[in-house]
T-cell receptor, first 112, second 114 residues
Framework: QKEVEQDPGPLSVPEGAIVSLNCTYS??????FMWYRQYSRKGPELLMY????GNKEDGRFTAQVDKSSKYISLFIRDSQPSDSATYLC????????????FGKGTKLTVNP | DTGVSQNPRHKITKRGQNVTFRCDPI?????LYWYRQTLGQGPEFLTY????????KSRLLSDRFSAERPKGSFSTLEIQRTEQGDSAMYLC????????????FGPGTRLTVL
C-alpha cells in the first residue's frame, strides 16, 4: 500500500460545477497537507496549505483535513476552464522542512 | 523573476550518455530538494541539501546519480550512463530551514532518453 492514495481520474465537469478531489494516507505522522496544481509540462504550483485537522478557505478553494480518517479533500467552487490541470496532494510530518510525499495526481478538465 | 529556476528545460540524449541539470533556488532558501516525476505519477523524492550538505538520499537514487550543491547556492544533478527508464521530469524545490511553510517548485527539466 502506498503512503498516499489519490484517484488519478480523469475527472471531467461542466463549467460552474463544484469539484471534489481527495486523498487518503496511511502514515499518522503526517501533519502538514498541501494541494498543488500542475499544468501540462510545468512544475507544481502551491494552491493550499493546511496544518493538522480542519478547514481552510481561499477564494473558490477549500481544503479539508480529517486526521482521524486520514482523509483530505480539496473543493473547487464555480469551476472555470482555467482550472483544468492535474491536482496533486502532498503531505509531510514537518511541513516544507522535510521531503514531501505526493499522491499520483487527479487530472481535471472543466468544459466550457 | 525570484522563483526557483532550472536549466535546461528540456534535454534529449542517447542511452549511455551523461547529462547534468542545474537548479537555482529562491535566494536565501537553505534547503534544496530534487524530485523525479514520471508520466501519470506524482513527484518522488530523490535527495535534499541543507546549505552544501547532502542530508538524505532516496533509494531511488542509484549509483549513476550524483547531486552537488558546492557553495550552498545552486545545485546540479548528474546522471551517468543514462537509461531509457531515466526519462522523466526532474523537479527542484527550495524552502528556508525550519520553515513549516511548504516547498516552492521550479519548472522542471524534462529528460528524454532515446
Amino acid at each position: 500500500q502506498k503512503e498516499v492514495e489519490q484517484d488519478p481520474g480523469p475527472l471531467s465537469v461542466p463549467e460552474g460545477a463544484i469539484v471534489s478531489l481527495n486523498c487518503t494516507y496511511s502514515n499518522s505522522a503526517f501533519q502538514y497537507f498541501m494541494w498543488y496544481r500542475q499544468y501540462s509540462r510545468k512544475g507544481p504550483e502551491l494552491l493550499m496549505y493546511t496544518y493538522s485537522s480542519g478547514n481552510k478557505e481561499d477564494g473558490r478553494f477549500t481544503a479539508q483535513v480529517d486526521k482521524s480518517s486520514k482523509y483530505i479533500s480539496l473543493f473547487i467552487r464555480d469551476s472555470q476552464p482555467s482550472d483544468s490541470a492535474t491536482y496533486l496532494c502532498a503531505m509531510s510530518g514537518q511541513g516544507g522542512s522535510e521531503k514531501l510525499v505526493f499522491g499520483k495526481g487527479t487530472k481535471l478538465t472543466v468544459n466550457p | 523573476d525570484t522563483g526557483v529556476s532550472q536549466n535546461p528545460r528540456h534535454k534529449i540524449t542517447k542511452r549511455g550518455q551523461n547529462v547534468t541539470f542545474r537548479c537555482d533556488p529562491i535566494s536565501e532558501h537553505n534547503r534544496l530538494y530534487w524530485y523525479r516525476q514520471t508520466l501519470g505519477q506524482g513527484p518522488e523524492f530523490l535527495t535534499y541539501f541543507q546549505n552544501e550538505a547532502q542530508l538524505e538520499k532516496s533509494r531511488l537514487l542509484s549509483d549513476r546519480f550524483s547531486a552537488e550543491r558546492p557553495k550552498g547556492s545552486f545545485s546540479t544533478l548528474e546522471i551517468q550512463r543514462t537509461e531509457q527508464g531515466d526519462s522523466a521530469m526532474y523537479l527542484c524545490a527550495s524552502t528556508p530551514v525550519g520553515a513549516t511553510d511548504t516547498q516552492y517548485f521550479g519548472p522542471g527539466t524534462r529528460l528524454t532518453v532515446l
